[in-house]
């Protein structure tokens, strides 16, 4: 697997590009990214506790949040809080960083045989 481009509405992988956000799961499986339970910030999705709960079950290393081109994926003060809880009890490395800024360190987990898991926000 290789994260290889994004740009606003797409990212590609492997060859496949997906015009929706993602979540990338420690067995690799690509899924479209479920806002169902995403609550509204600004006129935005923001990310859910429920979606991080999800990836984080599957005892990753690494958690990836790809927080859109600019970097604007809105997270709620209770999400962000939780997040740091998980992070610092469960010992999960967490990295947070613009959509683009974020392929080549997710290519590096990948390749160090990491269990990573991921949510990549491919607009705002």
């Known amino acids: 697997m290789k994260f ?3 740009e606003f509405g797409s990212i590609t992988i492997s060859g496949i590009t997906y015009n929706h956000d993602i979540y ?3 067995n690799g499986k690509i899924e479209k990214r479920d806002k169902s339970h995403s ?3 600004n006129g935005h999705r923001s990310l859910s506790k429920w979606e991080l709960k999800n990836l984080i079950k599957e005892n990753p290393s690494t958690l990836l949040i790809g927080m859109g081109q600019s970097g604007e994926l809105p997270m709620s003060e209770n999400v962000v809080q939780w997040l740091e809880n998980v992070k610092r009890n469960q010992q999960i490395n967490i990295i947070k960083a613009k959509t683009p800024d974020i392929l080549e360190k997710a290519n590096q987990q990948i390749n160090s045989g990491e269990r990573i898991t ?6 705002c």
């Not at 991921?118 to 607009?123: A, E, M």
Request: glycine share 6%; no cysteine; net charge neutral.
């Open 24 to 26: 990338l799961h420690v």
């Open 39 to 41: 609550e509204r910030i």
């Open 4 to 6: 290889e481009k994004t």
């Open 118 to 123: 991921g949510i990549f926000h491919i607009t």
